[in-house]
């Protein structure tokens, strides 16, 4: 049995620490799961990125040209938010399936969440649309709305319940907590907050990284003459294939130690062993097959 496996209450180093052992042994899954998507994506950009390469050296075009790209750039925009929630689900499902010392693969993964997609999407919606309305309303209510909602995906993949009642399940889990107050140190919003602070020191360092490739060729235009505008478009592709490496890659460190802090919460306040962890998971998807609305 791997030695992230174990079951039992985890402090915020705890879940850290476990996360980067889940992602350091299974790497190629989780990789690979975020990749699938990343490259399709890349490459259904690309005539928005010629569009872009059109204008940027100033060739004439129509008004249907620019409403085309307009369109276009929308509908890419669509898709690639529901790309983004399908791969977090079965990102989600695979983190699990490996925590529990399950078999887990990209295709096995997609594959049993295909059902869940309408769901998700669904909480996607909701719950957005409820932390704009609370950020409106002087920010307080919004970032209370997002860590009372932080796990509504993960309760909708791992206990397959619809929208409202996996908000519902995620409020009633982020609330339970061992000391008064809301922020406390070992409140459940205490430690995502803290989470989210590292995943965002790494994912500003990451951006940082992924950039230096675009300061290069920003660099390089000036000497690449006459034919700056296709060397321009040939670097681009360039540093956006390296840039859907490299988020692919670093993607599933910020899913991690969320699923962990919905598993520790479990462990810790329901008196969830191994067992019957592995029994709730048993068929096609966790928690069985019941689907709360």
Do not use: W
């Not at 950039?211 to 540093?239: C, E, K, N």
């Not at 840039?243 to 130690?257: G, I, K, Q, R």
């Amino acid at each position: 049995m791997p030695d992230y496996t174990e079951l039992r209450p985890m402090s915020i180093g705890e879940i850290l620490e476990r996360s980067l052992r889940l992602y350091r042994y299974n790497f190629m899954t989780f990789f690979g799961i975020i990749l699938v998507v990343n490259v399709i994506l890349f490459v259904v950009q690309q005539p928005m990125i010629y569009m872009q390469h059109v204008i940027f050296r100033g060739e004439a075009v129509h008004d249907e040209f620019g409403i085309a790209f307009m369109a276009y750039s929308s509908v890419f925009a669509l898709l690639a938010v529901i790309a983004g929630i399908v791969a977090g689900g079965a990102l989600t499902l695979a983190v699990s399936e490996r925590f529990l010392d399950r078999q887990a693969g990209v295709a096995s993964s997609y594959r049993r969440i295909k059902d869940r997609l309408p769901a998700l999407i669904g909480t996607a919606i909701l719950v957005g649309l409820i932390i704009v309305v609370g950020f409106l309303l002087c920010i307080i209510p919004g970032i209370y709305f997002y860590f009372s909602f932080i796990l509504s995906a993960i309760v909708v993949v791992l206990e397959r319940k619809g929208p409202r009642a996996a908000m519902s399940r995620s409020r009633e889990l982020m609330r339970v907590k061992t000391e008064r107050g809301f922020f406390t140190l070992r409140s459940n919003s205490a430690k995502a907050l803290v989470i989210l602070l590292i995943i965002f020191a790494l994912a500003t360092v990451v951006n940082t990284v992924s950039a230096i490739p675009q300061l290069l060729v920003a660099a390089l235009y000036d000497a690449a003459g006459p034919d700056a505008g296709r060397f321009m478009y040939v670097m681009g592709l360039i540093s956006g294939a390296i840039n859907t490496v490299l988020e692919s890659a670093v993607a599933p460190v910020y899913t991690l130690p969320i699923v962990l802090l919905y598993y520790d919460i479990r462990i810790r306040f329901e008196g969830y062993d191994l067992e019957m962890l592995s029994q709730s998971l048993e068929g096609d998807g966790p928690e069985g097959a019941g689907e709360d609305v």
